[in-house]
């Protein structure tokens, strides 16, 4: 099906599902990126040997993810059936015996007690009672709390929300992917007095979907607007035929869309209400991108209600244009926009900030040390991940947080104490630092331990 483009005064759009062997490798070798089938750009030749790699790259990453998408899924379906398996009879101790009773626990994926494997490096549920609501702490770990509660299912989400959190839940929704033609991007509402949170699921680690819109270094060029990363916008709601028009004519339930509604409708013409756009790692850029479409479409009423953007290890979206672009509408709007990143989590510094790359960061970033001692920065350290300078730092993070996993629960207490799916990725973090920072548990520290000094010392 051809995608309409119309939208966009530029654009490059790789298609990995069109992709041969031989096709692949010769846009190493030859400039001509317009020849190639899986590539549609709006400009015939790519001379820079460096964003042909790229291309290569990520064409080559998709193209492995759909071959192995179904393997990934049910691996990632045993891990977690596993898991609560052995959560739901206490442990592998209460499963044998059990067993032996004939009377096991069998989990069911959409009981409200099941947990994603997300969810089981940290099972917090409770937030922080020491912030009270109106501080200014309050909505970043409420903000960080709904971002690690997307990657649940319903049943838990209301539960969460109703019973444990004293709060109106409004519903959880499956949005639709144009370009991918199935569902793949989800989020869910809550209300909490005045305040509608909107938290977009981030990337869960078995889904080749939510991968391939990471990798996917596609991208648009919106008039005036800049340069945005084509993965994110089609996870959000991009129409392949349409574009961005203001009203969608797809029948099928796009992010954008369908959030749009759902926020008119719920705010009314009562002008007290706000909303703020929450999100990890993934769900972090679709939650800073929905504004940006929101002020291409003139959506007045929606921005001036919007509080704020929470974002928690959010991968970079578009150029400096962009970052400029939004810097104003955020600006003339006032609204607050928090980026946080713990340590040296490995999302916040991709795609890559250079020449070839293009992408970039923009506003001021809220980076906690493994300390969780906050600081405001205009960029984190080691922006691009692969420097040399930063080698030995990283692995010396990564070797005090697999040591503090011992020992955080007796320094601060119970509610911090982590358990052994977490400390094995600590493990693994000693050979690529950078994964396990990636974690939500990380970012519910930073928010609880970090933010309050942070926010108290800005003042």
């Excluded at 205009?378 to 420097?387: A, D, I, Q």
Aim: charged share 25%; aromatic share 12%.
């Amino acid at each position: 099906m051809a995608c309409d483009k119309s939208f966009s005064s530029g654009y490059m759009l790789l298609s990995p599902e069109k992709v041969g062997v031989v096709d692949l490798f010769r846009i190493l070798i030859h400039s001509d990126v317009g020849n190639r089938k899986f590539i549609d750009s709006s400009g015939e030749t790519e001379e820079s040997f460096q964003r042909r790699w790229i291309m290569f790259l990520s064409v080559l990453a998709q193209k492995l993810l759909l071959l192995v998408a179904k393997p990934l899924s049910g691996i990632g379906w045993a891990i977690e059936f596993w898991l609560n398996l052995l959560s739901s009879n206490q442990n592998l101790g209460g499963l044998l015996v059990n067993c032996l009773r004939g009377k096991p626990v069998i989990p069911h994926k959409e009981s409200e007690s099941f947990i994603s494997f997300i969810g089981n490096l940290d099972k917090r549920v409770e937030l922080d009672t020491r912030i009270s609501p109106g501080e200014k702490e309050y909505y970043a770990d409420l903000s960080m709390m709904a971002s690690k509660a997307s990657y649940e299912n319903e049943a838990y989400l209301r539960t969460t929300v109703t019973q444990h959190w004293q709060m109106e839940f409004l519903g959880f929704y499956d949005f639709w992917n144009d370009y991918l033609q199935k569902t793949t991007t989800q989020a869910f509402m809550l209300r909490d007095r005045d305040t509608i949170v909107v938290a977009f699921r981030g990337t869960e680690p078995f889904n080749a979907d939510d991968w391939c819109s990471d990798i996917d270094l596609s991208w648009y060029e919106l008039r005036h607007i800049g340069k945005i990363h084509g993965g994110f916008m089609k996870a959000l709601g991009l129409q392949r035929n349409e574009g961005w028009p203001k009203e969608s004519p797809e029948t099928k339930p796009l992010a954008y869309y369908e959030v749009r509604k759902k926020l008119k409708s719920l705010l009314g013409e009562n002008d007290k209400v706000k909303y703020v756009l929450t999100g990890h790692s993934l769900g972090g850029a679709l939650a800073i991108l929905f504004p940006a479409i929101l002020a291409m479409h003139g959506e007045t009423g929606l921005m001036e209600r919007l509080e704020g953007v929470y974002t928690f290890g959010q991968p970079r979206v578009g150029d400096d244009k962009f970052g400029k672009y939004m810097e104003g509408v955020l600006e003339e709007r006032k609204i607050k926009y928090f980026r946080f990143v713990y340590g040296y989590d490995i999302v916040p510094r991709l795609p890559y900030d250079n020449r070839a790359f293009m992408f970039k960061h923009f506003g001021k970033c809220c980076h906690f040390n493994r300390k969780y001692e906050g600081k405001i920065v205009e960029e984190e350290p080691n922006k691009n991940y692969l420097s040399p300078l930063h080698v030995i730092p990283m692995m010396m993070d990564a070797w005090h947080e697999l040591k503090r996993s011992f020992t955080i629960h007796r320094e601060i207490g119970p509610g911090y104490k982590e358990g052994l799916l977490l400390r094995f990725f600590r493990v693994i973090g000693l050979l690529i630092p950078g994964i396990p920072a990636h974690s939500p548990r990380d970012y519910v520290n930073a928010m609880r331990l970090g933010v309050p000094k942070l926010f108290r010392h800005q003042q």
